[in-house]
């Protein structure tokens, strides 16, 4: 409810007042406008922005709530918003009437807001006394204002605020805002925040007080309390560059300098109330900020201001001010209880968003945006606002520069801000008395942390108290101290909580922790703390929502200083952040400078890596830090420690590593007795001269090298930190050998003083427990040669009554002098005195072992034994001597001396003594060699084995050496035979094979290959005996075959040959290359033993023995190879492929082959059934029974393709010779099918292996008896030049020429060698005599049918014979001339005729082609004509093509399938008829008998003079010219029986029932008969139907059924009704001669020829038919060579339904529509590649996991039927001249397709194959069955759906092909083809050799049942097993009528194949279940 001050002003001003419209009055306006205005406290944000601009520094908002109707709630009611700022003027009256200009300053836009909360707002503003007022109210939708004098006395608010006593002085300006829907009461402490946020950049405005119902709740207020100035940093420790860029990019804005940079310091204190109540207490909280600003100078371009001003409607000011908001820090009262209620108070959370967060600094554009800044930094500039003022404008171009670069120059203001500061700190900062004291008290920092940690306090706490005490001290120079240290408690208890989580990361113990986190417990520093909070603001996020900005910014602050990075504190003051270092792993204990602190990083991370971009520590820092710094003891112990755990985590190089511990340096102290050192005392020490590290089982007191770490820092370091695998390369354990070779050079080990005898007894001890512990014997021996064994190092024991000894118990002496203690040397003790070790060393743990090996002797030596031997006997009997030697400890030097001494007496040789080594024990298997002595040992006493074993250490034999042995052997066998022993050879070689053996003694010793001593044999190769010899092992070998050869074998009498030659290392067999040699030795002794028989003139017999010798020779060497084929390889043969080897009976006796010219014999089992191939080969080649070696050496079962065309050209009359012409015929064809050779050569061309023919006594009236004339015929070979293939039978009857066979194959083949058709070689000139005409009626109609027909003769689509260049410019630049006679002059080489012509073509003069005719020309001449001139090559059946599309009307070639509507447009006929007479024009006829006779050339019944026909125009017989069509088609009929049955007036549906009538009498033959009974032109006794029914062949028949008109049958009616329609205009009415047409009976009919026709005889009727039919064979040839590759990727495909099949399409109800899915994909078979052997494409089905696997399964294991399937269909392919790569085969185990089209490619199924032909796949059945299959497939490329067009097509497709499939079947042996009607049978003619029916074909039942397999109407007989058991094949075809093309006709009878076929997927055959 408004108040009552509202209404007594609106009251006041409502009779008074003027009244004055507002100019934009539209309320939709208002509302638009307001929508813009999206953010909460919008109004207010403008009124205050109203009031700062009107220089106010007190606003106040005064709220009156209400209760709400539901449920009570507080609603606001009316808001009173009021500043005392400078009172409206007249022009600001006038300007807030005018709010909806847009202008951006006061009373602009941001008016409206007023009414975004008040239906009609009231202000009331002026001088005390003198104020007025305007008020808004709304007519209708339009605003309007009310302006007036405000009453007196009513505008003084202290009433409202119940003040009533206090006089309010003050000139408010008032807004008055009645709610238009009373709203909740805001929160109070959002609003405030609100508020205090506006307040952040007001440069006049510094109070706002919000009143509720007169209560004051909140006071903001806002008081500076320092600036100055901000100056250019000097030159100082960090500070490098006073080039800092002040300017813009562009220089649009700069700097200014001086005091146009300033900083300020500013205190917001909030005060509010606890709640509504006015009774409650006010809480107050303060916070200090910090401002920097700069005075900018602008410099905008004129074009730029120009944009702007056209935008804003202002001009851009000289100079404005950009203001940053630092940061902020809590002032709070310290009356409070605590921080935590302090942060708690509603105050405390007003202030606190005072100072905003990392990165959400806002951009204020007079007041707060919603634009981030991506600092912690708010920014003030005059930036250009989009119009709800909440985001920058940077859609206008020119607003985007003006704001990118103001936000720039804000950057660089950032940045000398922060350099400033950042210098401050740096300098008031005494960062080395603060440290050092702090180091001063460490020690009782450590004790009072000690007592902290037993009390458990917070760490946190004890910081709040800290920063308590700190809070006091009045050396605090920043207004930051309270938020700083607030900061710092935040941050201590984060780098807290870091430092627990490391050792849980790194799984060790709190030593670790220390190590990697030192302990940096200094509390933060004034400077620091300041530093963390100016860096916090720095730390960078991306500004939202527009990112551009914190992009302009950054690159401001970036150019400013770009040279330099910004600065950082570290520990040793102010630095760039290049230059200082980030902590890393605990490095910085060591001293690292310019380190930043962790606490530091972890409160500013964002600054120092993005910023400040700072470097952490790395391993070069420690080391340039320890080569300036000398570490004390502590501190290396601390760094040995921490060096792995680092080592660990970061894994520093190796070379790094190695110069850190050079550059390590530390003082080594000597302490005193107290403890203590001093710096004149340290030792400065390298650690690098430390290299190893004593041993954890080596004693403490044992002196050690100077190399080695001392045992005092060990016991710090510890041992398994030295031990770490990072300190490898620092230190090693100490060797053992090392330490030893130390202490034999120490003097306790040298002088043997007793003062050392402690310490010698320590270190003896040591090292023999390190001997013990070694267990090699090497080892040992190593260790004892480091030993002082020459030195007096071994104390041993003497008495008192040694005379040569002082008076000591203990002495020290070399080990070699003294014995063991325990040595029982009283045998000798009269002899010598002898020293014992002292019995201590053992005592202490000194082992004998170890003092043996020193030297101390055990026994005495053994000098004094040999000394003494003939006193003791022991030179006859060895036993007692032995006896003690074993019981003896013996030396090695001992042992040695007895081994070479001769002490030991033979058995029986009584003489002298020997060496152990000489003698033997006995043993009766050596009594074989008289070499060996025996050592003497008494017979009736065993040797024991502990003698034996002895005896054998000391040398005795057990066996003699290898050397005796063969020496031996190699004695003995160079005895002659009769003096050599053989039994003792034996016996000697028995006893070395078994010791050769394994684990034999020899079995390593043998190295005697080359000695001869082995008993062999050999053969003869001239004799054939057998020879024995002695050889060594490398010249013998033990497989006894190896003699057929002549080589050395094993002696058979020998025990075991094979395991001699095995354990001797003899060779079984000879190796390959030898074989191959000796074979070839062979040829050449056998070669020269033939020559040498010859040259004697040995007789016949003697020959044949010889021959017969070398042949059973080599049929052995031939077996023993054939046993060795797996050893040779391809290569070690190469030497073998030209030299002849393989002896073969010849005529001339025995003659030598190469492996490839020689075959093996065909096994009788192989020859059965047997092809001509085989014939070939034995006639050509020479043969030999097979042998698995001569096959691997290249000799095959049968000469390839190319062997024999390679044989054809290097001996082709020996090759005709040897075959005979047939054969020879044939041999051609299988070359011309698949040619040997990639390429032709020059070779080829020119080498005389082709059949020629020549044709002598020829009687041209027999032309066309083949047989007559091939009987005339020679043969013979020559070159392909000489060589003419015949394409015109005329020429080639012309004159004698050779040839070739009219096959097309081999033409194909000779024509591609180099021959030439018959009309290349044959030269034609034409002579024109007599006059020429031009322009005669005969040479006008000749020229109009040439035009007419020009679109068919030069149509692609019509013939695939390519056209020359300029066809086309041919026949539209071609003239037509009528001469007198025309004269052909044919030449040949040097003969030459002329005969006469009708028609030729020449050159004018003119140089343009004219073609002549004569009166009566032949419509064929002309059509030879034509195709000489437009295609590249006219052969005959071109002509007559030609011919045909020249000759038949229009209509008669689209009845007989030519798009003639697609290439010729028609125009539609005539609708009136003129009744004028016809003028009559000439003909074109085969025969021209009367060209004065009128003949019609429109296609309308129109002439081209306008003269129309007499008949169209009879007046009684109006027809429409539905006659004239009806002529066209059936020109058999009279014009006025067609007339009479149209009747008067016409419909079309009468035109097309009388069609209907025509059609079905043409069809049942009637026709005939209505000839006889009509008379009229064209009409004769020739074109009745022939009386008596002639018999044809099945070719006949066959072309019977491609006659067009016959094909077309019921087709007519429906192409008249189209024609009627008028979508199909007649042609051709009466245009020229008919053509015979056949009947459905076969009879032929002559169509009548036209008005005037002529009339020709039954040859040129014949002639035209045949050209007709050579024209539809050339469409449907075409439509086959469309042909396309198959897709090498597969075939995927979905399923599909034709739901919209076209008209004329017959389908039955099972759905033959259905188009089923493929998926196909590549299989890679065994030759490498996805192809068969021929090239033909092998895919598998992969509609699924089990399908693929099965499919992928069955080609792996059955690939070969792969090759016989791709066999058929290769040669398929041939016959219909395809491309091999327009076939694939795939496999499809559970499809139910035969085949399929794909986009004219051809897919054919295996399994189908594999079911039916995989055993006889090379029979005539197979070839048929997929003969009709890849024609049905065929008929496809003309129509896609199964319907009665594509059953017409797949039978016309089949007889086209048929005779090509039955030559192909005669000419590569396959027996010949029977063809039969349905159900009937036939045979071929004997005498013509033609295929005939037989008579009983008629009766229409056949031998056997038929099953309909295809749409086309193909059949095989059910019964397949009588069809392959049939000498010849069956192919039935039916010529039925197609009422249901996918109709089951017959009954199934066969369960492989169901009796369905439907349509798949690209129209594919399949078998449905």
């Known amino acids: 409810m408004a108040s009552s001050a509202y209404l007594d002003v609106r009251n006041a001003i409502a009779d008074e007042g003027s009244d004055a419209r507002v100019e934009v009055n539209q309320r939709a306006l208002i509302d638009k406008i307001l929508a813009r205005y999206a953010s909460a406290g919008a109004v207010y944000r403008e009124l205050l922005q109203n009031s700062n601009d009107a220089d106010a520094t007190t606003a106040e908002i005064l709220i009156t709530t209400s209760a709400s109707s539901e449920g009570g709630k507080e609603v606001v009611s009316q808001v009173i918003y009021r500043n005392n700022g400078l009172p409206f003027r007249t022009q600001d009256w006038a300007r807030l009437r005018k709010i909806a200009e847009g202008n951006p300053d006061a009373f602009g836009v941001g008016a409206y807001t007023m009414f975004s909360i008040c239906e009609e707002p009231l202000v009331v503003s002026g001088k005390k006394g003198e104020e007025e007022a305007m008020a808004f109210f709304w007519k209708g939708d339009s605003l309007?204002?009310?302006?007036?004098?405000?009453?007196?006395?009513?505008?003084?608010?202290?009433?409202?605020?119940?003040?009533?006593?206090?006089?309010?002085?003050?000139?408010?300006?008032?807004?008055?805002?009645?709610?238009?829907?009373?709203?909740?009461?805001?929160?109070?402490?959002?609003?405030?925040?609100?508020?205090?946020?506006?307040?952040?950049?007001?440069?006049?405005?510094?109070?706002?007080?919000?009143?509720?119902?007169?209560?004051?709740?909140?006071?903001?207020?806002?008081?500076?309390?320092?600036?100055?100035?901000?100056?250019?940093?000097?030159?100082?420790?960090?500070?490098?560059?006073?080039?800092?860029?002040?300017?813009?990019?562009?220089?649009?804005?700069?700097?200014?300098?001086?005091?146009?940079?300033?900083?300020?310091?500013?205190?917001?204190?909030?005060?509010?109330?606890?709640?509504?109540?006015?009774?409650?207490?006010?809480?107050?909280?303060?916070?200090?900020?910090?401002?920097?600003?700069?005075?900018?100078?602008?410099?905008?371009?004129?074009?730029?201001?120009?944009?702007?001003?056209?935008?804003?409607?202002?001009?851009?000011?000289?100079?404005?001010?950009?203001?940053?908001?630092?940061?902020?820090?809590?002032?709070?009262?310290?009356?409070?209880?605590?921080?935590?209620?302090?942060?708690?108070?509603?105050?405390?959370?007003?202030?606190?968003?005072?100072?905003?967060?990392?990165?959400?600094?806002?951009?204020?554009?007079?007041?707060?945006?919603?634009?981030?800044?991506?600092?912690?930094?708010?920014?003030?500039?005059?930036?250009?606002?989009?119009?709800?003022?909440?985001?920058?404008?940077?859609?206008?171009?020119?607003?985007?520069?003006?704001?990118?670069?103001?936000?720039?120059?804000?950057?660089?203001?950032?940045r000398l801000a922060l350099e400033n500061e950042m210098y401050r700190l740096g300098t008031?900062?005494?960062?080395?008395?603060?440290?050092?004291?702090?180091?001063?008290?460490?020690?009782?920092?450590?004790?009072?942390?000690?007592?902290?940690?037993?009390?458990?306090?917070?760490?946190?706490?004890?910081?709040?108290?800290?920063?308590?005490?700190?809070?006091?001290?009045?050396?605090?120079?920043s207004s930051l101290y309270s938020f700083a240290t607030f900061m710092a408690r935040g941050v201590t208890s984060t780098v807290k909580e870091a430092v627990k989580a490391v050792p849980e990361l790194l799984g060790e113990d709190s030593e670790t922790t220390e190590l990697l986190n030192p302990i940096d417990d200094r509390p933060l520093s004034i400077a620091e703390r300041d530093a963390i909070i100016l860096m916090k603001a720095y730390c960078p996020r991306q500004s939202t929502p527009d990112a551009l900005v914190g992009q302009c910014l950054a690159k401001g602050f970036g150019r400013c200083m770009a040279s330099s990075s910004p600065p950082v504190l570290t520990v040793d003051g102010v630095a760039r952040g290049v230059d200082s270092r980030l902590t890393n792993n605990g490095m910085e204990a060591f001293g690292i400078p310019h380190a930043v602190r962790r606490i530091m990083l972890e409160n500013a991370r964002e600054y120092h890596t993005v910023i400040a971009n700072c470097p952490t520590m790395s391993i070069d820092d420690l080391i340039k830090a320890m080569k300036e710094n000398i570490l004390s003891e502590e501190m290396l112990v601390r760094l040995l420690k921490w060096y792995p755990k680092y080592a660990r985590l970061n894994n520093p190089r190796r070379d790094k590593s190695l110069r850190l511990k050079e550059v390590i340096r530390y003082h080594k102290e000597k302490y005193s007795k107290g403890g203590q050192s001093s710096d004149a005392e340290a030792e400065v020490h390298q650690l690098d001269s430390i290299f190893y590290f004593a041993p954890q089982r080596m004693s403490k007191k044992l002196p050690l090298p100077e190399t080695v770490f001392p045992q005092s820092l060990v016991g710090s370091i510890g041992l398994r930190t030295l031990e770490d695998r990072h300190f490898t390369d620092w230190f090693q354990p100490l060797p053992f050998d090392i330490w030893t070779g130390f202490i034999s050079e120490h003097t306790c080990m040298r002088n043997g003083s007793e003062k050392d005898d402690a310490m010698r007894i320590l270190v003896l001890v040591t090292l023999s427990k390190h001997f013990d512990s070694l267990e090699s014997a090497t080892a040992k021996s190593r260790f004892v040669e480091l030993l002082p064994l020459t030195s007096p190092c071994l104390p041993f024991d003497i008495t008192t009554s040694d005379v040569n000894l002082p008076a000591s118990n203990t002495k020290t002496a070399v080990p070699n002098e003294l014995y063991l203690p325990d040595t029982d040397l009283s045998a000798f003790s009269g002899l010598q005195t002898f020293y014992k070790a002292s019995k201590r060393l053992k005592k202490e743990g000194v082992s004998d072992a170890f003092l043996l090996a020193m030297g101390v002797r055990k026994t005495i030596k053994i000098e004094f034994l040999f000394l003494h031997l003939d006193t003791l006997n022991w030179n006859e009997n060895p036993k007692p001597l032995i006896k003690y030697l074993i019981d003896a400890d013996l030396s090695q030097q001992d042992l040695l001396k007895l081994r070479s001494t001769r002490y030991l007496p033979a058995a029986n040789d009584e003489t002298s003594v020997y060496a152990p080594s000489q003698l033997y024990f006995k043993d009766k298997d050596l009594n074989i060699f008289p070499f060996v002595k025996f050592l003497q040992w008494p017979s009736n006493e065993g040797m024991s084995t502990a003698a034996r074993n002895f005896l054998l250490k000391l040398g005795v034999r057990t066996e003699p050496p290898l050397s005796d042995i063969m020496g031996y052997l190699e004695k003995e066998s160079a005895k002659s035979v009769d003096a050599r022993d053989d039994g003792a050879l034996t016996a000697a070689l028995q006893y070395l094979t078994q010791r050769l053996g394994p684990k034999g003694t020899y079995v390593n010793q043998f190295r005697h290959a080359k000695v001869d001593f082995l008993p062999c044999i050999r053969q003869n190769l001239e004799t054939g005996e057998v020879v024995k010899d002695i050889k060594s092992p490398s010249t013998c070998y033990f497989n006894p075959t190896a003699m057929v050869m002549g080589f050395n074998v094993l002696d058979p009498m020998l025990s075991d040959t094979e395991q001699i030659g095995v354990r001797m290392n003899i060779n079984r067999d000879p190796s390959c290359q030898v074989l191959l040699r000796r074979l070839l030795q062979l040829v050449d002794i056998s070669t020269a033993r033939l020559d040498q028989l010859e040259r004697q003139g040995t007789g016949i017999e003697a020959k044949e023995k010889n021959i017969e010798k070398i042949l059973t020779l080599f049929e052995g060497v031939f077996l023993y190879l054939s046993s060795r084929t797996s050893d040779f390889q391809k290569r070690q043969l190469s030497e073998l492929a030209k030299k002849p080897f393989i002896p073969c009976k010849c005529r001339s006796g025995l003659q030598f082959y190469t492996a490839d010219q020689v075959f093996f014999l065909k096994r009788q089992s192989e020859g059965a059934g047997g092809c001509d191939g085989d014939s070939i080969a034995e006639l050509l080649f020479q043969q030999v029974e097979y042998n698995a070696f001569l096959s691997f050496a290249g000799v095959k079962t049968e000469p390839s393709l190319e062997e024999l065309f390679a044989l054809m050209m290097e001996k082709p009359d020996e090759v005709l010779d040897s075959l005979g012409e047939p054969k020879y015929k044939m041999l051609l064809r299988r070359i011309a099918a698949n040619p040997p050779f990639k390429r032709i050569t020059a070779d080829i061309r020119s080498s005389p292996f082709l059949l020629g023919y020549l044709i002598v006594d020829e009687d041209e009236s027999e032309e066309g008896d083949e047989t007559k004339a091939r009987s005339k015929a020679q043969y013979l070979l020559a070159k392909a030049d000489d060589i003419h293939i015949v394409d015109n039978a005329f020429l080639r009857r012309q004159f004698p020429m050779l040839i070739s066979p009219m096959e097309q194959t081999l033409e194909e083949f000779y024509r591609r060698i180099g021959s030439k058709y018959v009309s290349e070689v044959v030269k034609k000139d034409f002579e024109v005599m007599g006059n020429t005409h031009r322009g005669t009626p005969l040479a006008n109609s000749c020229a109009d049918r040439i035009k007419e027909r020009r679109p068919l003769l030069l149509s692609p689509s019509i013939t695939s014979r390519p056209l020359v260049s300029n066809a086309s410019s041919i026949l539209d630049n071609l003239e037509i001339f009528q001469a007198d006679s025309i004269r052909a002059i044919y030449s040949f080489e040097r003969s030459s005729k002329m005969i006469n012509v009708t028609c030729c073509s020449k050159v004018t003069k003119r140089k343009s082609i004219a073609i002549f005719i004569t009166n009566n020309f032949e419509i064929f001449d002309l059509g030879n004509t034509i195709g000489d001139l437009i295609l590249q090559h006219c052969e005959l059946k071109d002509a007559f093509f030609l011919t045909s599309l020249l000759e038949a009307s229009i209509g008669t070639l689209r009845n007989r399938g030519f798009?003639?509507?697609?290439?010729?447009?028609?125009?539609?006929?005539?609708?009136?008829?003129?009744?004028?007479?016809?003028?009559?024009?000439?003909?074109?006829?085969?025969?021209?008998?009367?060209?004065?006779?009128?003949?019609?050339?429109s296609v309308n019944g129109t002439v081209k003079d306008g003269s129309v026909d007499a008949a169209s125009s009879n007046p009684t017989q109006p027809s429409g010219g539905f006659d004239t069509i009806l002529k066209s088609m059936y020109p058999q009929y009279d014009t006025n029986k067609i007339r009479e049955m149209l009747g008067p007036n016409p419909s079309k549906e009468k035109a097309a029932e009388v069609a209907n009538e025509l059609a079905e009498e043409v069809n049942k033959g009637v026709a005939g008969s209505e000839h006889e009974n009509t008379k009229g032109p064209g009409n004769d006794a020739e074109s009745m139907p022939r009386a008596k029914k002639e018999k044809k062949s099945v070719l006949g028949k066959m072309r019977e059924g491609l006659n067009p008109v016959r094909w077309l049958g019921g087709k007519m009616p429906q192409m008249l009704n189209k024609r009627i329609g008028g979508s199909c205009p007649p042609q051709g009415v009466g245009a020229g001669v008919g053509v015979d047409g056949q009947g459905n009976n076969g009879e032929s009919q002559r169509v009548g020829r036209g008005v005037g026709a002529g009339q020709g005889d039954d040859a040129e009727s014949k002639g035209l038919e045949d050209a007709v039919q050579k024209s539809l064979e050339a469409m449907l040839q075409q439509s086959v060579e469309s042909s396309r590759s198959v897709n090498s990727a597969g075939v995927a495909s979905q399923e599909t339904l034709l739901q919209n099949l076209p008209e004329g399409i017959d389908c039955n109800s099972n759905g033959c529509e259905v188009v089923p899915a493929q998926n196909i994909r590549p299989f890679k078979g065994p030759y490498g590649n996805y192809n068969s052997r021929n090239g033909i494409r092998v895919m598998a089905a992969v509609t699924s996991t089990s399908t693929a696997n099965e499919a992928f399964g069955f080609l792996s294991n059955n690939?070969?039927?792969?090759?016989?399937?791709?066999?058929?269909?290769?040669?398929?392919?041939?016959?219909?001249?395809?491309?091999?790569?327009?076939?694939?085969?795939?496999?499809?185990?559970?499809?139910?397709?035969?085949?399929?089209?794909?986009?004219?490619?051809?897919?054919?199924?295996?399994?189908?194959?594999?079911?039916?032909?995989?055993?006889?796949?090379?029979?005539?059945?197979?070839?048929?069955?997929?003969?009709?299959?890849?024609?049905?497939?065929?008929?496809?490329?003309?129509?896609?759906?199964?319907?009665?067009?594509?059953?017409?097509?797949?039978?016309?497709?089949?007889?086209?092909?048929?005779?090509?499939?039955?030559?192909?079947?005669?000419?590569?042996?396959?027996?010949?083809?029977?063809?039969?009607?349905?159900?009937?049978?036939?045979?071929?003619?004997?005498?013509?050799?033609?295929?005939?029916?037989?008579?009983?074909?008629?009766?229409?039942?056949?031998?056997?049942?038929?099953?309909?397999?295809?749409?086309?109407?193909?059949?095989?007989?059910?019964?397949?097993?009588?069809?392959?058991?049939?000498?010849?094949?069956?192919?039935?075809?039916?010529?039925?009528?197609?009422?249901?093309?996918?109709?089951?006709?017959?009954?199934?009878?066969?369960?492989?194949?169901?009796?369905?076929?439907?349509?798949?997927?690209?129209?594919?055959?399949?078998?449905?279940?």
């Open 1459 to 1497: 798009p003639v509507d697609r290439i010729v447009k028609p125009q539609p006929p005539a609708v009136e008829v003129k009744a004028e007479p016809r003028k009559q024009t000439p003909e074109i006829t085969n025969s021209q008998k009367s060209p004065e006779k009128s003949r019609q050339s």
């Open 144 to 414: 309007w204002t009310k302006t007036g004098k405000a009453p007196d006395g009513i505008i003084n608010m202290s009433a409202t605020l119940n003040h009533s006593n206090v006089q309010d002085n003050t000139a408010w300006t008032s807004f008055m805002l009645p709610s238009r829907d009373p709203y909740p009461l805001p929160d109070l402490v959002e609003f405030a925040k609100f508020l205090t946020a506006s307040l952040t950049f007001t440069q006049c405005l510094k109070n706002i007080r919000v009143y509720v119902n007169s209560t004051l709740q909140l006071n903001i207020q806002k008081t500076i309390i320092e600036s100055h100035t901000i100056e250019t940093p000097k030159a100082s420790s960090f500070w490098r560059n006073d080039g800092a860029v002040t300017s813009s990019s562009s220089g649009m804005f700069t700097l200014g300098k001086g005091a146009d940079l300033t900083q300020t310091s500013v205190q917001m204190s909030v005060s509010i109330r606890k709640d509504l109540s006015p009774k409650s207490d006010m809480e107050t909280s303060k916070v200090r900020a910090r401002y920097a600003s700069a005075m900018v100078n602008t410099k905008i371009p004129s074009g730029i201001e120009k944009r702007m001003m056209r935008v804003t409607k202002k001009k851009p000011p000289k100079e404005l001010t950009v203001q940053i908001f630092l940061d902020a820090a809590d002032h709070s009262d310290d009356n409070q209880k605590s921080s935590k209620l302090k942060r708690k108070s509603k105050a405390a959370l007003i202030t606190q968003s005072f100072a905003p967060t990392s990165g959400s600094g806002r951009i204020f554009i007079g007041f707060r945006t919603s634009q981030t800044t991506g600092l912690g930094i708010h920014l003030a500039a005059p930036l250009v606002p989009t119009v709800e003022r909440e985001a920058i404008d940077f859609v206008d171009p020119a607003l985007r520069d003006f704001n990118s670069e103001l936000l720039e120059v804000s950057g660089i203001l950032m």
């Open 1759 to 1969: 690939f070969d039927a792969v090759d016989n399937f791709s066999v058929v269909i290769g040669h398929l392919v041939q016959i219909f001249k395809l491309k091999i790569s327009s076939v694939a085969i795939y496999y499809d185990p559970n499809g139910n397709t035969i085949a399929f089209n794909s986009n004219k490619a051809f897919h054919f199924n295996l399994r189908f194959f594999h079911a039916l032909h995989r055993h006889e796949w090379n029979a005539k059945g197979c070839y048929s069955y997929w003969f009709t299959v890849f024609c049905h497939e065929l008929a496809h490329n003309l129509v896609s759906a199964h319907n009665k067009e594509h059953g017409k097509y797949t039978e016309s497709i089949v007889m086209l092909y048929l005779p090509a499939l039955i030559d192909f079947l005669a000419q590569n042996g396959i027996a010949r083809l029977n063809t039969k009607r349905s159900g009937g049978s036939g045979g071929r003619n004997p005498k013509t050799g033609e295929v005939e029916d037989d008579p009983s074909s008629d009766s229409g039942e056949g031998n056997g049942k038929t099953v309909q397999r295809g749409c086309g109407g193909v059949s095989h007989s059910s019964d397949r097993a009588v069809d392959r058991a049939s000498s010849q094949p069956s192919i039935t075809i039916h010529h039925h009528n197609h009422s249901s093309d996918c109709a089951d006709n017959s009954e199934e009878k066969d369960n492989l194949f169901p009796t369905k076929i439907s349509k798949k997927e690209n129209y594919g055959l399949m078998v449905q279940q």
């Open 428 to 477: 008031n900062w005494n960062w080395k008395e603060e440290r050092e004291a702090w180091e001063a008290q460490r020690e009782d920092r450590k004790k009072q942390q000690k007592e902290e940690e037993e009390e458990k306090k917070l760490e946190t706490d004890d910081a709040e108290s800290t920063k308590d005490s700190a809070d006091d001290k009045s050396s605090i120079s």
